[in-house]
């Protein structure tokens, strides 16, 4: 995707932003308790499993830290925009 695609869709990505450079997207997602991050997680990465498309992230106990980049493309697509969106979904509810 092109960098002005990409800032488009990132204007639609509430909470998520595009990594300097803009190479990746990027947002940290905070929930009441572990318990609902790992959820979060579970459910992600099952999503992203049947995609064959897995996030950059890290938890540290109620926080999820995402980074989204199609390393074979070398940088944003649409398979990160998809993966971003159904993230935000699944953390914030249908927008």
């Known amino acids: 995707m092109s960098s002005e695609e990409v800032r488009k869709a990132v204007d639609g990505l509430p909470g998520w932003e595009v990594e300097e450079g803009g190479r990746a997207l990027v947002r940290s997602f905070t929930f009441a308790d572990f318990s609902r991050a790992f959820g979060f997680m ?3 990465a099952l999503h ?3 995609r ?3 996030p950059e992230w ?3 106990y109620n926080r999820v830290e995402v980074r989204l980049s ?3 493309a070398g940088g944003v697509t649409t398979r990160d925009v ?4 159904f993230m935000s ?3 914030d509810g249908p927008a």
């Open 48 to 50: 992203a499993e049947k």
């Open 89 to 91: 979904e699944v953390a």
């Open 58 to 60: 890290s938890n540290v």
């Open 42 to 44: 579970a459910a992600v």
């Open 52 to 54: 064959d498309h897995h």
């Open 70 to 72: 199609s390393h074979d």
């Open 82 to 85: 998809e993966l971003a969106l």
